[in-house]
């Protein structure tokens, strides 16, 4: 069982910058994929970006240039610096994680934080 804690959501005018943080409760963090996704009210989740254990990392065509994970093992740590925020960014934020090799489906992770909201003004 791991259980994930995510962290830095908050208010931020359109093109600002803000750094999400999940925390994994697992000592063998290092061996997971961690995920990060968000969901816009009305809408479907939305895969944002993957960190896999070996270092490769994946981003939604949206996000690319503008958002970069990270992880931090020796902290069981997972980041999402966020930058040249949109509007449209505008979502709950959540951090996931699964041994497996998952991917951008949301199916494939079976560990879930609780979420964090973001919210970027005009």
């Known amino acids: 069982q791991v259980q994930l804690v995510e962290s830095g959501g908050g208010l931020v005018q359109a093109g600002g910058s803000l750094r999400l943080s999940c925390a994994a409760s697992?000592?063998?963090?290092?061996?997971?994929?961690m995920g990060w996704f968000r969901q816009a009210p009305g809408k479907e989740r939305e895969f944002v970006a993957v960190?896999?254990?070996?270092?490769?990392?994946v981003y939604v065509d949206s996000v690319k240039g503008r958002f970069t994970i990270s992880r931090d093992n020796a902290k069981n740590t997972v980041y999402l610096e966020m930058n040249s925020l949109k509007p449209e960014d505008t979502a709950v934020y959540y951090c996931?994680?699964?041994?497996?090799?998952?991917?951008?489906?949301?199916?494939?992770?079976?560990?879930w934080g609780q979420g964090t909201s973001v919210t970027v003004s005009t």
């Open positions: 960190s896999w254990s070996g270092g490769s990392t």
């Open positions: 697992r000592r063998t963090f290092v061996e997971y994929t």
């Open positions: 996931a994680a699964d041994t497996r090799y998952s991917g951008s489906d949301w199916h494939g992770y079976a560990y």
